[in-house]
Nanobody
Framework: VQLQASGGGLVQAGGSLRLSCVAS????????MGWFRQAPGKEREFVPAVTWNGGNTYYADSVKGRFTISRDNDENTVDLQMNSLKPEDTAVYYC????????????WGQGTQVTVSS
């Protein structure tokens, strides 16, 4: 199983970025997908998640109204549209896959760096 995240970069506060994660080696539609992030010196934290069929989404309070998660089960991708970025959004962002009916994430991507300058 491989989760390949991309789309990170350097952006000014107030700007936007779109992250993408491509999954391979698994039956993508059997997995809920999530994004997590980890800033230097901080613990990894949940950002948003989407259920296996895209029917439900969940967001951390810190990103509600600014970030949007979406998935395409035909392309095996999950995207994270990030708008109105803030310096505190700076972190390495990871996508992760969770098999349906499980409460833990089974697979993790390698991460992509997002840096928001003030």
């Amino acid at each position: 199983v491989q989760l390949q995240a991309s789309g990170g970069g350097l952006v000014q506060a107030g700007g936007s970025l779109r992250l993408s994660c491509v999954a391979s080696g698994l039956t993508f539609s059997n997995y809920g997908m999530g994004w997590f992030r980890q800033a230097p010196g901080k613990e990894r934290e949940f950002v948003p998640a989407v259920t296996w069929n895209g029917g439900n989404t969940y967001y951390a309070d810190s990103v509600k109204g600014r970030f949007t998660i979406s998935r395409d089960n035909d392309e095996n991708t999950v995207d994270l549209q990030m708008n109105s970025l803030k310096p505190e959004d700076t972190a390495v962002y990871y996508c992760a896959a969770r098999r349906r009916f499980r409460n833990i994430y089974d697979y993790w991507g390698q991460g992509t760096q997002v840096t928001v300058s003030s």
